[in-house]
């Protein structure tokens, strides 16, 4: 089993930045790969951002795209999101997740039934 432990959620003004981390414990590897997910009350749990570990290749939502970056440290079994120019509409709790089954192609890796383990959540706010 993977455990997730997601860190650097907090309050940001819009144009500011955050980064994220989920570290991963309970297996010397995290999995075929991982990503983020966030959610606001009311809403479904949207994806954000995946990684597959060997290689390096991301994925993006269109709405992200060009302001996060999902990252890895191999060594630390870790992986960060890079949030900048953050707007009032990413206010959401933001969560990590992993374990999927290996081989998936990176375009599937958008829906959350696929990842078998979840970190407990962390809240980004950003105010107007």
């Known amino acids: 089993q993977v455990q997730l432990v997601e860190s650097g959620g907090g309050l940001v003004q819009a144009g500011g930045s955050l980064r994220l981390s989920c570290a991963a414990s309970?297996?010397?590897?995290?999995?075929?790969?991982m990503g983020w997910f966030r959610q606001t009350p009311g809403r479904e749990r949207e994806f954000v951002a995946a990684i597959i570990w060997s290689g390096d290749n991301t994925y993006y939502a269109d709405s992200v795209k060009g302001r996060f970056t999902i990252s890895r440290d191999n060594a630390k079994n870790t992986v960060y999101l890079q949030m900048n120019s953050l707007k009032p509409e990413d206010t959401a709790v933001y969560y990590c997740?992993?374990?999927?089954?290996?081989?998936?192609?990176?375009?599937?890796?958008?829906?959350?039934?696929?990842?078998?383990?979840w970190g407990q959540g962390t809240q980004v706010t950003v105010s107007s």
């Open positions: 309970g297996r010397t590897f995290s999995g075929y790969a």
């Open positions: 997740a992993g374990d999927p089954p290996g081989g998936l192609p990176l375009r599937v890796l958008n829906k959350d039934v696929y990842f078998r383990s």
